[in-house]
Structures are given as structure tokens and as C-alpha cells.
């Protein structure tokens, strides 16, 4: 069974920084490009960045470039999240999603299933 | 404000036919297939659509995709009680080097 599992959200203050992890089984890990999107409190989805296969391009929305940094261990089976200078309007859950075309297929003709269950990030003095 | 424009709100009755608009720009319809995803409250986002038309298995027929230049569409046939729920159109957009949601829509079945 294909599986993603969110990992590491939580309370932090402005400016602090947070690593979320996502755990990856069931699929080949190596072969699909991954992403992961954000939800705040009664909104809608926000894309947030994704990374290629063998993580050759990477891509961020404007709102976190700079900020936030996508990585992934292959060899591990896990994608990561760094956060960094968080702000109140970082507050969301997020989710990691895999990329339903696998290799050799570009981000801008793919999709994502499955999603994982999500993780809750609050950041609040 | 969301890059692809989806009306906040929809309804239907029951085993009526109800259709979701997705209005975007060449940048990203117009260039790049359209995929739709399905919310029921408080879990995870699920594909429904992909490359504008196709169904994943698992998915109803009464479910359907279309694509016409800039805009995109979701079709729901014979609606069900379960239907009410949230539904999201997405896109890859080529100028913005990103992927774009809309705004989302919230469907009721009266």
C-alpha cells in the first residue's frame, strides 16, 4: 500500500524555524517527483514547493522562497520540509503528496495522489 | 486571490447533474493539463480528475473532466448525499514556474 506520513509540525514562535519530514513506503521513492502543499485554518490549498525525482529542480511559491527549503533522501525514503523565519500567516497544515506520473514525466503535466494525513504547523507567540 | 477562478459555492438535488467551472489564463490551462482533487472535512485531499479528463481507478463514473482552451470543467452526475464536499482544480503554470489551485469549491446537495 502506497503511504506518506507526515511528521514534525508544531507550536513555534515568529521567526523560529521547523523541519517537517515526510515517510515515504509502498512505491519506488526514487522515481517520483514530490510536493507539498499547505492548508491555513479554513482556507483553501496553497502549493508550497516540489522537487524532481533526483531532486535536479526545485521549485517554491514567491510566499516561501527564500524562507523555506525542499529536500529529500532517496536512499532513505523521505521527503523534507525546512522552515525558516516562520511567520503567523506559515500557520497551516501541511501535507506531502507524490507525484502520479513517475519517472521522465515533468511536474507541469503531473499530479499528485496519494496525499499524506497531514501536519499541523502553528506558529503564535 | 486565487490564479484559477472556481465559484465559492455550487448545489444540486439529488441525481441531478452538477458542473464546477475552472477559469484560467494561457500560462497554465491553456498550456498544461488540469487535475481536480476532492476534500471531505478534516482529511487529506484526493485525486479525482487527472489530465483534465481521466479517472483514477476507484473513482465513480458519474465523475467527469473536460478541457476547453483556458477553462476546465467538472462535471458530478446523479449527485449523492456524499458529494457535498470540497472540490479543488489545480494546474501547473508555466510564467509562474508553479503549480496554481482554485480558490476551491463547496458543493451542496439540497
Known amino acids: 500500500e502506497v503511504q506518506l506520513v507526515e511528521s514534525g509540525g508544531g507550536l513555534v514562535k515568529p521567526g523560529g524555524s521547523l523541519r517537517l519530514s515526510c515517510a515515504a513506503s509502498?512505491?519506488?521513492?526514487?522515481?517520483?517527483?514530490m510536493t507539498w502543499v499547505r492548508q491555513a485554518p479554513g482556507r483553501g490549498l496553497e502549493w508550497v514547493s516540489s522537487?524532481?525525482?533526483?531532486?535536479?529542480?526545485?521549485y517554491y511559491a514567491d510566499s516561501v522562497r527564500g524562507r523555506f527549503s525542499i529536500s529529500r533522501d532517496n536512499a532513505g525514503n523521505s521527503l523534507y520540509l525546512q522552515m525558516n523565519s516562520l511567520r503567523a500567516d506559515d500557520t497551516a497544515v501541511y501535507y506531502c503528496?507524490?507525484?502520479?506520473?513517475?519517472?521522465?514525466?515533468?511536474?507541469?503535466?503531473?499530479?499528485?495522489?496519494?496525499w499524506g494525513q497531514g501536519t499541523l504547523v502553528t506558529v503564535s507567540s | 486571490q486565487s490564479v484559477l477562478a472556481q465559484p465559492p459555492s455550487a448545489s444540486g438535488t439529488p441525481g441531478q447533474t452538477v458542473s464546477i467551472s475552472c477559469s484560467g489564463s494561457?500560462?497554465?490551462?491553456?498550456?498544461?493539463?488540469v487535475n481536480w482533487y476532492q476534500q471531505l472535512p478534516g482529511t487529506a485531499p484526493k485525486l479525482l480528475i487527472y489530465?483534465?479528463?481521466q479517472r483514477p481507478s476507484g473513482v465513480p463514473d458519474r465523475f467527469s473532466g473536460s478541457k476547453s482552451g483556458t477553462s476546465a470543467s467538472l462535471a458530478i452526475s446523479g449527485l449523492q448525499s456524499e458529494d457535498e464536499t470540497d472540490y479543488y482544480c489545480?494546474?501547473?503554470?508555466?510564467?509562474?514556474?508553479?503549480?496554481?489551485f482554485g480558490g476551491g469549491t463547496k458543493l451542496t446537495v439540497l
Open positions: 509502498g512505491f519506488t521513492f526514487s522515481s517520483h517527483s
Open positions: 503528496a507524490r507525484s502520479g506520473c513517475s519517472t521522465n514525466c515533468p511536474l507541469r503535466v503531473n499530479w499528485f495522489d496519494p
Open positions: 522537487i524532481t525525482s533526483s531532486s535536479s529542480y526545485i
Open positions: 494561457s500560462s497554465n490551462i491553456g498550456t498544461n493539463p
Open positions: 489545480a494546474a501547473w503554470d508555466d510564467s509562474l514556474e508553479g503549480l496554481v
Open positions: 489530465s483534465n479528463s
